[in-house]
């Protein structure tokens, strides 16, 4: 899969990983005694990452040679990383990912250019799984999408995803809240949390740390407002407050869904369609969200609006949103 989208670095680590494990007994006994779809709890992520925060730390000190490009003893390095570092590896990927890639808003931004060709509304966000918030502050990135330009044109973040297909509306975005929620929130003041963060992204792909380095930055001057909560739980509270006319509340998720059981999927697909039942033109809703097929063969930008209840697919992405293919 990292070979698939476009990092054969990580590829080769996380191959010789699985060549090596032996030397690390407890990580190998998180993987042996995993209880779920490990593709669905992203292990393979969870793992390299880990390598990659030891790496960062020049722990041990091949392997952070190795990430620099002074040798391409990749066995040699991952060994040593393996055999000294077990309980930090196994302790790390028992943690549930928080990637926050920045990447994605664009797909979320050209979804919400949609929603204003439907309601010609202003947008109050309500995203799930918000991790350290970074999207909530997606109107305040500029983008390049299929050759519109959107966003803020003096942002230090700035995202152009390869685009395939029609360009989406040229419609103004205008985002009036933003408003997040996550098990755990990052705090981007914090150095070890954005270094948890940094960590996550794959190493050969030096433009996403620096995306995120800058989206960071920008966090700490504007902090996004994220409630530390069970998402359903906070979804339907929000839900249930005095919907104002003239805005349209838009729920967004990316790369949430996968992390919830069943249960809680439907939970969620039920207080939104409860929601979406006393929506209207003067109050609407719609939720966004950029997530696998169940089958995990494509990530699918999808968009249901209400009153309608009308589900459309927007597009077909790269995980991280570094290609979109857009249908409109």
């Keep these: 899969m990292a070979r698939a989208i476009g990092s054969p670095f990580v590829a080769a680590v996380l191959e010789s990983s ?90 979320i931004l050209a ?48 995202i152009a995803p390869d685009w395939v297909g029609p360009a989406p509306p040229d419609a103004p975005v205008e985002v009036i809240a933003a408003r997040g929620v996550d098990l755990a929130p990052l705090d981007p003041t914090d150095a070890a949390t954005c270094e948890r963060l940094m960590a996550f992204v794959f190493a050969d792909q030096p433009a996403r740390s620096r995306r995120l380095e800058s989206a960071l930055a920008l966090a700490r001057c504007s902090p996004p407002l994220v409630d530390r909560g069970d998402a ?26 996968q992390y919830l059981d069943p249960a809680a999927r439907a939970r969620l697909d039920a207080t939104v ?23 995990r063969a494509a990530v699918l930008l999808k968009i249901t609006s209400y009153p309608d209840g009308i589900t459309r697919v927007l597009a077909e992405c790269h995980p991280y949103g570094a290609a979109i293919s857009w249908r409109g």
Excluded at 77 to 85: M, N, P, V, Y
Excluded at 121 to 136: D, F, T, Y
Excluded at 235 to 253: F, N, Q, S, T
């Design 18 to 107: 699985a060549r090596q494990l032996q030397r690390a007994p407890l990580t190998a006994a998180v993987f042996a005694h995993w209880a779920g779809d490990r593709a669905a709890a992203a292990l393979a992520m969870r793992f390299n990452a880990a390598i990659h925060a030891l790496a960062r730390r020049d722990t041990p000190a091949r392997l952070g040679a190795l990430y620099r490009g002074e040798h391409d003893d990749v066995d040699g390095a991952i060994a040593a990383a393996l055999a000294g570092h077990d309980r930090f590896i196994a302790d790390w990927i028992q943690h549930v990912p928080q990637t926050n890639e920045v990447g994605r808003a664009a797909a």
């Design 111 to 158: 979804a919400l250019k949609v929603v204003r060709t439907c309601f010609d509304l202003p947008v109050a966000l309500l995203e799930i799984g918000a991790s350290a918030g970074l999207n909530l502050n997606l109107h305040r990135y500029a983008y390049d999408l299929g050759g519109v330009a959107a966003g803020d044109p003096d942002s230090a973040v700035r």
């Design 232 to 257: 359903v739980a906070w979804l339907r509270d929000r839900l249930a407050e005095p919907a104002p006319a003239g805005r349209c509340r838009a729920i967004v998720h990316s790369m949430v869904t």
């Design 273 to 295: 369609a409860a929601a979406g039942a006393v929506a209207t033109s003067e109050r609407p809703l719609v939720r966004i969200g950029f997530e696998w097929t169940a089958d």
